[in-house]
């Protein structure tokens, strides 16, 4: 047998996955944090419903990442404090995200953490960091699937300018 052949919990962690997994979860953190500040500027109840599903999976994947760091004896990085619910009213309009700006924020957010996750799975050679970071990937992409799907429902996807082939207009 291997040296890294058994249990995988019983092999150490080796430096990219020990940096995968505590940028992540910085970033996690960070972003419950802005979910929760953007839920106070959401208006439309839809997004509100996604901006919730996203802070629970970022609170679960937290959760996960904080047990296998804390397992492998990695101090773990600082947790922004909670955000308090505010009444919508209340924050002036010019101070406002608007519903299309946050919705594109978190459509740039699960894409950004979709290439994070197949960065740490590529790079892991414990099978169960590669099948967290995999289980992270196949949650985040059904999260983006539906906030494209708000997106396109609300109007508020703007798409590129569709490019045309020169050969089609001869």
């Not at 940028?23 to 439309?44: E, I, M, P, R, W």
């Not at 296998?68 to 406002?96: F, M, S, V, W, Y």
Request: net charge negative; hydrophobic share 35%; proline share 7%.
């Amino acid at each position: 047998m291997g040296i890294l052949s058994g249990n995988p919990t019983d092999e150490p962690m080796h430096y990219g996955e020990v940096f995968g997994a505590w940028s992540f979860l910085t970033t996690a953190k960070g972003l419950v944090a802005c979910y929760q500040t953007q839920l106070n500027h959401a208006g439309d109840g839809d997004l509100q419903k996604l901006l919730e599903e996203a802070i629970q999976g970022g609170q679960q994947e937290i959760k996960q990442i904080e047990a296998l760091l804390k397992q492998n004896g990695i101090g773990l990085p600082p947790t922004p404090p909670e955000r308090p619910k505010a009444c919508l009213d209340d924050i002036p309009t010019g101070a406002r995200f608007q519903d299309p700006e946050i919705s594109a924020s978190l459509s740039k957010d699960i894409a950004t953490g979709l290439v994070s996750c197949s960065q740490i799975m590529g790079q892991s050679i414990r099978e169960d960091i590669a099948m967290m970071f995999g289980q992270f990937h196949v949650q985040k992409a059904a999260l983006g699937a539906k906030v494209l799907r708000l997106n396109k429902e609300k109007g508020w996807l703007i798409p590129p300018p569709l490019h045309h082939s020169k050969a089609e207009d001869c």
